[in-house]
Nanobody, 125 residues
């Protein structure tokens, strides 16, 4: 059973926007670094963005200036605001918390081992 839950995916036209949400009933997300990852068909999973416990953020070069990661600690959620979406952003998007159990995915200095089930984002006209 997924310990993190993603939502907000869907079908959007190029240039459009979506906001993904990562939530959990098992974890207090503000105590963890949270990453967003994506995997397109036939491609390896890649890191998209990360927000650290202290609020520092990291972004993949391909999404800088278009995506914004943020926390809402009152609602125990982490958001990924995605603007100016492109065809190449089409993928299943996952959120992950650092720690947890192996196998880990190491990105931005963290070992991510707790994952959600993913949400599909399709950018198409």
């Amino acid at each position: 059973q997924a310990q993190l839950v993603e939502s907000g995916g869907g079908l959007v036209q190029p240039g459009g926007s979506l906001r993904l949400t990562c939530a959990s009933s098992d974890y207090t997300l503000e105590h963890y670094a949270i990453g967003w990852f994506r995997q397109a068909p036939g491609k390896e999973r890649e890191g998209v963005s990360c927000i650290n416990i202290d609020g520092r953020t990291n972004y993949a070069d391909s999404v800088k200036g278009r995506f914004t990661i943020s926390r809402d600690n009152a609602n125990n959620t982490v958001y990924l605001q995605m603007n100016s979406l492109k065809h190449e952003d089409t993928a299943v998007y996952y959120c992950a918390a650092d720690g947890g159990r192996p196998p880990f995915t190491r990105s931005w200095g963290h070992d991510f081992g707790t994952w959600g089930q993913g949400t599909q984002v399709t950018v198409s006209s």
